[in-house]
């Protein structure tokens, strides 16, 4: 396989070690083998430094993460996983079955815009003391949508037996759930799909407890 120029320049993921979509390209990264160097966004110091001229040159939304590969910028965390998976060899992560890609892609979508960005941090701090019983309603909400679903789509992992996208944006957000106390044991096959994911190297070593911004009191080996 011939390999450009643009493809031997380390990928750059500009995060946060916490950010769920940050999290998520992690996973991708480590499922594809891929090296990339990793460029701390703190969303809290300083006001939030992902609101500095600097960053919002290199993504106007001022999200993490934002990601310099092939010598283009990507800033959703969605698009950045199919674009890797287009560009690059290893574990695909998207099924070539039309109806199993579909079901991989809903349930990424459901997550990705119907459960995460309503307990996001820039919502989280509008809500003020109410936070974590919005969390818990929102969390809650999407999981009682998305155990049916899993109940009917999931073998091993999310969509049959391989890993994908799905999984990817699984994990994350049992995370978030966990950290406001959502009652995970209501949600049988979310439960059992996180309890075997995490197991798994790629989404080991990109959790947010070890990553080069993870403060030290939130560290773990």
């Known amino acids: 396989m011939r390999l450009s120029i643009v493809h ?11 950010s769920s979509c940050s999290w998520r390209v992690r996973i991708a990264f480590a499922l594809k083998d891929i090296d ?6 703190n969303l809290v110091k300083d006001g939030g430094q992902q609101h500095s001229p600097q960053y919002k040159e290199l993504n106007p939304m001022q999200q993490v993460p934002a990601v310099e590969i092939d010598g ?11 674009y890797i998976d287009e560009t690059r060899p290893g574990t695909p992560l998207l099924p070539a079955d039309p109806k199993k890609r579909a079901q991989v892609r809903m349930i990424s979508d459901l997550i990705a815009s119907g459960i995460q960005p309503l307990q996001n941090l820039s919502v989280i701090q509008k ?14 909400r999407g999981f009682q949508a998305l155990e049916p679903i899993l109940k009917e789509t999931a073998g091993k992992y999310c969509v049959g037996d391989d890993i994908s996208m799905a999984d990817i944006c699984l ?23 996180n ?11 990109s959790h947010p407890s070890c990553q080069p911004d993870t403060p030290n009191d939130l560290r773990q080996p």
């Open 72 to 82: 283009v910028t990507i800033s959703q965390s969605l698009a950045v996983i199919q």
């Open 195 to 205: 309890t075997a994911l995490v197991e798994i190297d790629a989404f080991r070593t």
């Open 36 to 41: 990339y160097d990793q460029v701390p966004v």
């Open 8 to 18: 031997l320049v380390k990928p750059v993921l500009h995060g946060y070690f916490r």
């Open 171 to 193: 994990v994350p957000q049992v995370y978030n759930a966990e950290r406001f106390k959502v009652d995970i044991d209501s949600y049988p096959t979310i439960k059992r799909l």
């Open 127 to 140: 809500i003020g003391a109410e936070k974590v019983q919005w969390a818990q309603h929102f969390i809650n």
